[in-house]
Every structure is written in structure tokens, then in C-alpha cells.
């Protein structure tokens, strides 16, 4: 298969689907003025590959006339966006992460005994990042009801109602520990285990997009996880949703972004505090 280049007209010889570099521009443009997610030449393949699969399902014989169609808010456009959504995760994924949390939240359990921590899943994804963070609260706290909750959010809402059944199979849990697995799960079934309803309590699962105007999440938080998802904005996007980020949290409070994500340069409200762990400065 010879891939054309990007903003010509040729399409992706053998494919299935006409596929001109104008279709994957005005792909790659719909997507950055709705999400922020910018795609690279390299990911023309990909994007061929998951929108296939749409236009299959609606019927469309080329990619134009799959575009001719599409509108922010049309029933179509949520299988677009959650289509073009990278959703890698597992349990314990970067697990000093969750070390460097349940050392921080040992610390403010002191500080602030009696009192709720607030803690924000920013990318949730199916769930695993956001019941690690359950799981480490509850073994901090030596209690399924620790004194803690949780806000999940992701762009894609297919992932978010996996996350919210919150039932995965054994092999998904390979990286939890088994004596954490026999206590914060249920089998269900013959491979199949659940979160147990305490923990579930913990999470609040909500369809969020980071370019929203207005986000329905409410500080002081005391720490948030965006990892991964930062990597796929433009520089400028990057410092802006930072910035937001920064408003809902007190000084001291953690910041945690995925391994290959930066704010070394172009923000001054977070100091690097270890392995892409950031501490909110005053002010």
C-alpha cells in the first residue's frame, strides 16, 4: 500500500475507501478545533483504519461523502471523536506515580485529619487509572471508605461506560498485586472481576472535554492525574489547559502527567517535584 502524501489529492492505493490527503486535512482540522487533538502525517494509516470501520456502519461510500455529513453534535459526531481516541491503560500504569501519591496523601492525612481530598482522573480512559487511584487511597487509609473522592474524566464517552461497569478480565489485572486483587474485587464470573461497590462509591465518572469553555469540576484539588493525554495538544493548548489546571489547586498539590509530557518550559505555576510530578507553586 503506497500512502499519499498529506494535502494532495491522491488517495491510499488498495484501500477499501477513497482517502485523499484533503479528507485526512479536514480531519485532522475538525478534530483540532473540537478537542485540541492534533495528528501528525504518521497517523494517516490509523485514521484510515478507524474511520473505515464508520463508514461501514453508516453506509458511506468514500470518506467525502462520510465528511460531507459530519457536524459537532450530529448523532455521528461522538463515533467520530471516540473513534480517533487513543485509550492505552492498565492497572498500576507508571507505578511510582502511585507511590509518590500514597506518600502524599499519608502527609496530608496528617496535616488535615478528618478532612475529604479531592483528587481528579483526568484522561480515565476504561476505568484502570482512576480505581489505582481508589485502591491506593483505601490501602493508605487501611479502609474501603477512605476519606477521598475521585472526578474520571475522558472525551470518549464508549470508554467512560466501561470504566463505570467497572469489570475487567483476569488478564487486565495482571499488574494488581493478589492480595490487593482478593480485596478490592469481586469475581463475577469465571475470569470476569468487579470493583466492589465501596470503591465504586469513591469515583464519580463524567464525559469531559479539556477544550470546553466551562469544565464541571470544582477545586481545591488536591492532586490530578493528566497523563497521556496532554502529548497529543499543540504546545500552546498544552500551557492553557495547565494553566486551568493550576486554578483549581492550592499550593502544594500534584500534578501528574505521562512519561513523556514536559512544563519544564513556558508555565510558572508548577515546579518538577520527581519523575513528571509537579507541585503547584503559590501564587
Known sequence: MTDAMPGTADSLVGTEFAF????????????????????SDAKRSMVYSRLARRLRATGRPSFSAYLEG????????????????????????????FQI?????????????????????????????????????????G??????RILATDLDTHVLATARQAVYRRDQLAKVPDQQARRYF??????????????????????????????????????????????YFDRPTQLRVVERMAGLMPAGALLFVGHSESFSQGQQR???????????QPG
Open 186 to 231: 469481586i469475581e463475577e464470573a469465571e475470569g470476569l472481576y468487579a470493583v466492589r461497590p465501596e470503591l465504586r462509591a469513591l469515583v464519580n465518572f463524567r464525559q469531559l472535554n479539556l477544550l470546553d469553555p466551562a469544565w464541571p469540576v470544582r477545586g481545591p484539588l488536591d492532586a490530578v492525574f493528566c497523563r497521556n493525554v496532554l502529548i
Open 20 to 39: 485523499s490527503g484533503q479528507d485526512f486535512d479536514r480531519i485532522r482540522t475538525l478534530l483540532r478545533q473540537h478537542t485540541g487533538i492534533s495528528l
Open 70 to 97: 459530519l457536524r459537532a453534535g450530529a448523532p455521528e459526531w461522538e463515533y467520530f471523536v471516540n473513534a480517533l481516541t487513543t485509550n492505552l491503560t492498565y492497572f498500576y500504569r507508571e507505578n511510582h506515580h
Open 101 to 141: 501519591l500514597a506518600a502524599y496523601l499519608k502527609r496530608l492525612a496528617a496535616e488535615r485529619p478528618g478532612q475529604t481530598l479531592q483528587l481528579w482522573c483526568a484522561a480515565a480512559s476504561t476505568g484502570e487509572e482512576a480505581w489505582t487511584l481508589a485502591i491506593t487511597a483505601a490501602e493508605v487509609f
Open 270 to 280: 508548577f515546579v518538577l517535584q520527581g519523575r513528571t510530578v509537579y507541585a503547584r
Open 143 to 148: 479502609t474501603l471508605a477512605p476519606p477521598v
